[in-house]
């Protein structure tokens, strides 16, 4: 994680992770809260940027684990907890914690932030820039949810209805497809498209226009939209999605012994899959993915 001024008031938080394109472990996540939370609580700063070093903006979830590190070894932020817990327990406890309730959190933080996406914006990379206020991509970025293709009904952070509309966000999901930058912004996902060049150039002098307003006035018109979502149920909905998401996640492990369906793993990821839960093995390994 890089954390830089990029003017005295207005931050860049970089992933860089390029190598495995800024996927997602768990030492990623704490360290994104930690730098989120440097920077609300320093009045100095009164626009965030959340950008990906590298060809992309994120892969999603580190299909490779968090390498023996635990939630022991963070600092943890809810109070759910027993994340080692029996059943269901456990694991419901992990995903709110991780993913769920860290995507609210960064949401309703007190001041603009700024997703800067290129390339490849994917699954739980969707998450992190649907957390952000404004979202401004590259002409070469694209954004896609494949989790119905490990047998997951959407990615945890459940935003795909208020980003897209319902019925656009029924068909990305349910066919998988990629949404390029130019239709996400037809959809009203994506608020600007920029020459793949000149992205953080320009999501800088849109950062610069913002900070130009008085800090308490964004903080209030920010809570007045996001409560504005909010009281139309959408806080209601994103729990039954991630309820809903779980049961997958249990389907899965009574028909094929780990958490997602195999048969929907990609041919590059399966070797990850299989070292993360010690498989002997995948079953069903016929792709059904499209790339």
């Known amino acids: 994680?890089?954390?830089?001024?990029?003017?005295?008031?207005?931050?860049?938080?970089?992933?860089?992770?390029?190598?495995?394109?800024?996927?997602?472990?768990?030492?990623?996540?704490?360290?994104?809260?930690?730098?989120?939370?440097?920077?609300?609580?320093?009045?100095?700063?009164?626009?965030?940027?959340?950008?990906?070093?590298?060809?992309?903006?994120s892969a999603g979830h580190d299909m490779g684990g968090d390498h023996h590190r635990t939630w022991r070894d963070f600092r943890t932020v809810g109070t759910w907890a027993a994340f080692d817990g029996p059943g269901v327990e456990g694991l419901y406890g992990r995903e709110k914690e991780i993913y769920l309730e860290m995507c609210e959190r960064w949401r309703n933080l007190a001041k603009p932030t700024i997703a800067a996406v290129q390339g490849s914006c994917v699954a739980g990379g969707l998450m992190l820039a649907w957390c952000c206020d404004l979202i401004v991509a590259a002409e070469n970025a694209r954004f896609r949810d494949p989790t119905l293709e490990f047998g997951v009904a959407g990615v945890e952070f459940f935003m795909h209805p208020w980003e897209l509309g319902a019925r656009k966000a029924k068909e990305w999901l349910m066919t998988g497809d990629w949404l390029g930058a130019q239709d996400a912004k037809q959809c009203g996902m994506v608020n600007q498209v920029f020459p793949t060049e000149a992205l953080m150039e320009s999501a800088l002098d849109l950062a610069k226009r913002i900070a130009n307003k008085g800090s308490f006035?964004?903080?209030?018109?920010?809570?007045?939209?996001?409560?504005?979502?909010?009281?139309?149920a959408r806080r209601n909905a994103m729990m039954h999605a991630f309820g809903l998401h779980q049961l997958s996640h249990h389907h899965n492990k009574q028909q094929w012994g780990l958490l997602v369906d195999p048969k929907g793993i990609h041919p590059a990821l399966r070797e990850k899959i299989r070292v993360r839960f010690n498989l002997p093995g995948l079953l069903g390994t016929g792709d059904r993915t499209t790339s």
């Open 217 to 232: 006035v964004l903080k209030a018109v920010k809570e007045s939209v996001n409560h504005a979502q909010d009281v139309g």
């Open 1 to 57: 994680m890089r954390y830089e001024h990029l003017t005295p008031d207005i931050v860049n938080i970089a992933m860089s992770r390029p190598a495995v394109r800024n996927a997602q472990n768990m030492e990623m996540t704490y360290a994104l809260n930690a730098a989120f939370d440097r920077a609300a609580q320093d009045d100095t700063i009164k626009v965030i940027i959340l950008s990906g070093d590298g060809d992309h903006f």
